[in-house]
């Protein structure tokens, strides 16, 4: 079956403009997270979607930062006023379920800002 | 302190070598443990749960010392195809919220 897609793969932008990130996650997965990875670096949790209940932003590290997730499968994340701070790689995973489980990840959107 | 570390490496290792990494992690009373592998700019996926017990999958064994919280993992007869970045990950809170990650140890196996 189809695994976690994201799109663009690549996106380069200019300082100061906005961006969407769109994760597509497996269908029936009913969990969602965003990541981030730097450069060499582990990821940075962002944020979790979990069924109809309020996300948990905890980790969005701006508040040029969000994200949405619509009927509660595709999800977007928008980065406006980008940095250049900002240029990293955007993993999607999603889960099936509850704590514990196997996170499938998207293969990523690599976002530089120049 | 981190709340997930690991050594970055690299660990350049000889194929047919044994390779051991460890990972600390920061809460004592975390549940759930993985490895999971990330490939050269490509997306992490899971190698294998880490139980309490201990487990093993082929070449790999994976282990838990909740007394010193770390968890290791033993690849023996390294391949070629082995080489790629080691991700220690901690359910560190219990919760599904998220997953902490470590920073991962890369690996390369020589020829």
């Known amino acids: 079956g189809a695994g976690v897609s994201q799109s663009p793969s690549n996106k380069v932008t200019e300082k100061g403009k906005d961006v969407e990130l769109r994760c597509d996650p497996i269908?029936?997965?009913?969990?969602l997270y965003w990541y981030r990875q730097s450069l060499g670096q582990g990821l940075e949790f962002l944020i979790y979607?979990?069924?109809?209940?309020?996300?948990?932003k905890s980790g969005l590290p701006s508040d040029r930062f969000s994200a949405e997730r619509t009927g509660g499968s595709v999800s977007t994340l928008t980065i406006q006023r980008t940095q250049q701070e900002d240029s990293a790689v955007y993993l999607c995973?999603?889960?099936?379920?509850?704590?514990?489980?196997?996170?499938?990840f998207g293969p990523g959107t690599r976002l530089l800002v120049l | 302190r981190k709340e997930v570390e690991q050594d970055p490496g690299p660990f350049n290792v000889p194929e047919g070598a044994t390779v051991a990494f460890n990972c600390t992690y920061s809460?004592?009373?975390?549940?759930?443990f993985f490895w999971y592998r990330q490939d050269c700019r490509k997306e992490p996926k899971l190698l294998m749960s880490v139980y309490s017990s201990g487990n093993e999958d082929g070449r790999f064994t994976a282990q838990l010392n909740r007394a010193s919280q770390y968890i290791s993992l033993l690849i023996r007869d390294s391949k070629l195809s082995d080489s790629a970045t080691y991700l220690c990950v901690v359910n560190l809170y219990g919760s599904a919220r998220q997953l902490t990650f470590g920073s991962g140890t890369q690996l390369t196996v020589l020829p």
């Open positions: 979607f979990q069924g109809n209940s309020a996300p948990d």
């Open positions: 269908s029936g997965h009913t969990a």
């Open positions: 995973a999603s889960i099936q379920g509850g704590a514990g489980e196997t996170q499938y």
């Open positions: 809460n004592s009373a975390s549940q759930s």
